[in-house]
Nanobody, 118 residues
Framework: QVQLLESGGGLVQAGGSLRLSCAAS????????MGWFRQAPGKERELVAT????????VYGESVKGRFTVSNDNAKNLIYLQMNSLKPEDTAVYYC???????????WGQGTLVTVSS
């Protein structure tokens, strides 16, 4: 089983930046992709960004394109989310996920809270 540990959340003013990290441990010998999702109060969980491990290809949610950047350290099974130009509507719990193969169900981290004040 894979375990995920997110870090880096906190309180930031609008226009500021934060960097989230997610470390995968356990059975990480196979990684298809890792990514970030978020869930705001009363809303459904939505895609922020994902990265396919073998190619480095990335997919971003429409609301974060041009402001957020996902990157990784393949050797250390780490994924990062650099968040710039933060807006109050970015306030949410951010979750990291991991899939061993394209057909595997995702494993989720416990989440880290990001609060953007206006």
């Amino acid at each position: 089983q894979v375990q995920l540990l997110e870090s880096g959340g906190g309180l930031v003013q609008a226009g500021g930046s934060l960097r989230l990290s997610c470390a995968a441990s356990g059975r990480t010998f196979s990684t298809f992709d890792m990514g970030w999702f978020r869930q705001a109060p009363g809303k459904e969980r939505e895609l922020v960004a994902t990265m396919i491990w073998s190619t480095g290809n990335t997919v971003y949610g429409e609301s974060v394109k041009g402001r957020f950047t996902v990157s990784n350290d393949n050797a250390k099974n780490l994924i990062y989310l650099q968040m710039n130009s933060l807006k109050p509507e970015d306030t949410a719990v951010y979750y990291c996920n991991h899939r061993s193969t394209v057909l595997s169900p995702p494993v989720w981290g416990q989440g880290t809270l990001v609060t953007v004040s206006s």
